[in-house]
T-cell receptor
Framework: AQSVSQHNHHVILSEAASLELGCNYS??????LFWYVQYPGQHLQLLLKYFSGDPLVKGIKGFEAEFIKSKFSFNLRKPSVQWSDTAEYFC???????????FGKGTTLSVSS | GAVVSQHPSWVICKSGTSVKIECRSLDFQATTMFWYRQFPKQSLMLMAT?????????EQGVEKDKFLINHASLTLSTLTVTSAHPEDSSFYIC??????????????FGDGTRLSIL
């Protein structure tokens, strides 16, 4: 069955700490991968996406993610978090057509100043 | 660009009534829109894929007669929850995608609609 799992339910960090959020997927065939962020009271926004090519993907606000096919992983990283990064982060996978998007359960990131 | 608007943002109604939720792509045309449902502290679950000018494709376990989807134009899809009951209370979120399948475009999400059935 297709699934996306996020390892961390809630992560608490101090400002300037480094961040890595784990994401593993199980999806038959070619997969497109995404990280979305949801700030408090706002809609889901795309952080970054991977379709093909360079497995290291850079997104907005200093975030990056690395697609490791052999590990079925797409972990999100940021070298130095800010208080404004406090949000819910969702990893998602879709088929190559871009439909059938499956989400992980989300990781709540709390950054203290 | 790529703004998706959802209306209403919050609705409360009595059991047995029908509720319509609108999803609009404001600055792009979307041949495909998607409807999700999110339960508290859980992930988004895809309910159906809405294709302009054709019938929606429903995910397994989603009642098509309960959740009516209409995608009458390239910028508007509607979800109607018919004869709503308290168990239909949830957060409904739509998304829209630029371009067609295989266009390497992500989905863009609306703000969601919180539906409460009394």
């Amino acid at each position: 069955a297709q699934s996306v799992s996020q390892h961390n339910h809630h992560v608490i960090l101090s400002e300037a700490a480094s961040l890595e959020l784990g994401c593993n997927y199980s999806y038959g065939g070619t997969v497109n991968l995404f990280w979305y962020v949801q700030y408090p009271g706002q809609h889901l926004q795309l952080l970054l996406k991977y379709f093909s090519g360079d497995p290291l993907v850079k997104g907005i606000k200093g975030f990056e993610a690395e697609f490791i096919k052999s590990k079925f992983s797409f972990n999100l990283r940021k070298p130095s978090v800010q208080w404004s990064d406090t949000a819910e982060y969702f990893c998602a996978a879709s088929n190559q057509a871009g439909t059938a998007l499956i989400f992980g359960k989300g990781t709540t990131l709390s950054v203290s100043s | 660009g790529a703004v998706v608007s959802q209306h209403p943002s919050w609705v409360i109604c009595k059991s047995g009534t029908s509720v319509k939720i609108e999803c609009r792509s404001l600055d792009f045309q979307a041949t495909t829109m998607f409807w999700y449902r999110q339960f508290p502290k859980q992930s988004l679950m895809l309910m159906a894929t809405s294709n302009e000018g054709s019938k929606a494709t429903y995910e397994q376990g989603v009642e098509k007669d309960k959740f009516l989807i209409n995608h009458a134009s390239l910028t508007l899809s509607t979800l109607t929850v018919t004869s709503a009951h308290p168990e239909d209370s949830s957060f409904y979120i739509c998304s829209a995608k630029k371009g067609g399948d295989y266009s390497n475009q992500p989905q863009h999400f609306g703000d969601g609609t919180r539906l409460s059935i009394l």
